[in-house]
């Protein structure tokens, strides 16, 4: 058996970290990192907080849904702007609250039971409905023109007073968005002919 099956039964075993191996084979920490790391690649461990652990398939799951691509754009989710629809069937995800707010029209609206994004100053989970969104600021996180979502609509107008742009409710946001696009593809269209 060679060292790197010999570390899958140590993983199992309960030798969750680096050092222990290291000791335990009586080799450098450089030489497990390299194992361990050729053991990840392969699939079979993952390290979690600095712990090994033996990959299962809901790891394997969450690696799949945090490499999901926009539901509108097809853009890789960046997590932090990710604008998410909770439908009765499955889930909705949009890369940021631009794809998010645009996705709103071509959704059954009494299919959504919740929506969730996340505020651009705490990081914290917020309702779309309920949030504040600085439409069309100098600020483009993601897709242009930008939409950034806010808890707190005091925040949202500080934003927009350093970065331009205007500040909605999630209804209003939804007509803004569509209608930049509108007037962002009437300019294209001009410079084509
Ligand atoms: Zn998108
Ligand atoms: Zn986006």
Redesign the pocket.
């Known amino acids: 058996m060679d060292r790197k099956e010999r570390i899958m039964e140590l993983v199992k075993e309960g030798y969750n970290n680096v050092k222990a191996l290291s000791q335990y084979f009586g080799v450098s920490l450089m030489t497990i990192y390299r194992d361990v790391r050729e053991l990840e690649k392969e699939g079979k461990l993952v390290r979690k907080h600095g712990e090994l652990k033996l990959k299962t398939l809901a790891d394997a799951k969450e690696e799949k849904e945090g490499r999901q691509t926009?539901a509108?754009?097809?853009?890789l989710v960046d997590k932090r702007l990710e604008f998410i629809y909770h439908l009765k069937d499955g889930k909705i995800k949009?890369?940021?609250a631009?794809?998010g707010l645009l996705i709103y029209k071509n959704i059954k609206e009494d299919q959504v039971e919740a929506c969730m994004t996340w505020d651009f100053i705490s990081g914290n989970p917020i309702n779309c409905y309920s949030a504040w969104y600085v439409i069309g600021s100098s600020a483009v996180p993601?897709?242009s023109p930008s939409a950034i979502a806010f808890a707190n609509k005091e925040h949202a107008e500080n934003f927009a007073k350093g970065f331009g742009g205007v500040v909605v409710d999630f209804e209003k946001g939804v007509e803004a968005i569509k209608e930049m696009m509108k007037r962002g593809q009437r300019v294209e269209l001009k410079t084509e002919l």
């Open positions: 926009c509108y754009c097809t853009k949009a890369c940021c631009h794809c993601c897709c």
